[in-house]
Structures are given as C-alpha cells and as structure tokens.
C-alpha cells in the first residue's frame, strides 16, 4: 500500500535519480521540453526539503515517488487564459510529480493525499505530457485554461474541488 511522507536530506540522492528517470521517460515519450535534463534542479529540491513540501510516495519495497505539495498563492496562476479556476477559495498546489516507475497508482496517491487536505486542488502539466493529462483527468481535476510559467511558456491548468 502507498503511503506518503515528507522526505529528508537523507533522501536526496535517490530523489534525484527519480527525477532523472521521469526526465528520461519524459523525453522520450515525447515531451522534451517540459523538463528535458535541466529540472527540477538538486539545490531546488535540497530547498524543497527544507520547506518541508517535498512528499514522497512509499511502499514496503521502498521510494516509488515524488511530488512537492505548496500551499498558499502560487504567482504563476494568477493570470489564466482560456477559461478560469473553479473558484478563488484557498488552495494547495501539486507540482514536480515523478514516478520511480516501479508502482502504479503514484498520481492517484498524490491527488488522493491531497484532497484530504484541501478542499481545493490545482496542479499544470505541459501540452505535451499526455501521460500526464491523462492521469490529472481521472482523478477528477477539470481543465481550466492556460498559464504561464516563469520561463514564458504555457501550461494546461487543472483544479479539483470538493462537492
């Protein structure tokens, strides 16, 4: 059974080497752009950790995600394009999700831990991450518009709200 907690420095290395691993898949499904092998970078997640944002899905064989759980205004969603949120209630935001690629289901731990948390839940993958668009639509978020990260490029934003 997946379970999630709040990873520690001790974590760190084989954090990275799952971030590479979903670089990888990434890449080579089709989507070099998003991360290609520049991101998430090591000192970004060492301060993750330290923020204590940085979860990690486990299981009795080990590691087998990843993601970094913000709350609070994420500046990035304040200009949507195309659509809008469900609403402007408070909200947590998923980001940096990354599988080991040994377990299924590592979305829907993530999506699930979250929406115990939070009545409401925002994540953005790019337009290219159809692996990735496809899980966030099965666990109930519902396509907003687009936004803009810091780089100037686009993402397809998705809320999920209680009710």
């Known amino acids: 059974m997946l379970q999630v907690r709040k990873a520690v420095q001790e974590d760190l290395n084989f954090i990275m080497q799952i971030y590479h691993k979903a670089q990888d898949y990434m890449i080579g499904s089709g989507n070099p752009d998003q991360w290609g092998h520049?991101?998430?970078?090591?000192?970004?997640?060492?301060?993750?950790?330290?923020?204590?944002?940085?979860h990690l899905i486990a299981d009795p064989e080990g590691i087998q995600g990843v993601f970094a759980l913000c709350t609070g205004d994420e500046p990035t969603y304040r200009v949507i394009e195309g659509g809008s949120w469900l609403n402007d209630e408070p909200y947590i935001t998923i980001h940096r999700i990354a599988s080991a690629g040994k377990a299924h289901g590592i979305f829907n731990?993530?999506?699930?831990?979250?929406?115990?948390?939070?009545?409401?839940?925002?994540?953005?993958?790019?337009?290219?991450?159809?692996?990735?668009?496809?899980?966030i639509e099965r666990n109930g978020f519902v396509k907003c518009g687009i936004i803009y990260v810091k780089d100037g490029s686009t993402r397809i934003a998705y809320h999920w709200k209680k009710g």
């Not at 953005?124 to 668009?133: A, E, F, R, V, Y």
């Open 38 to 54: 520049l991101y998430p970078q090591e000192e970004m997640v060492r301060k993750d950790i330290e923020a204590g944002i940085c």
């Open 109 to 135: 731990c993530a999506a699930d831990y979250c929406k115990d948390l939070c009545d409401n839940v925002r994540i953005d993958t790019h337009h290219d991450n159809l692996t990735m668009q496809r899980q």
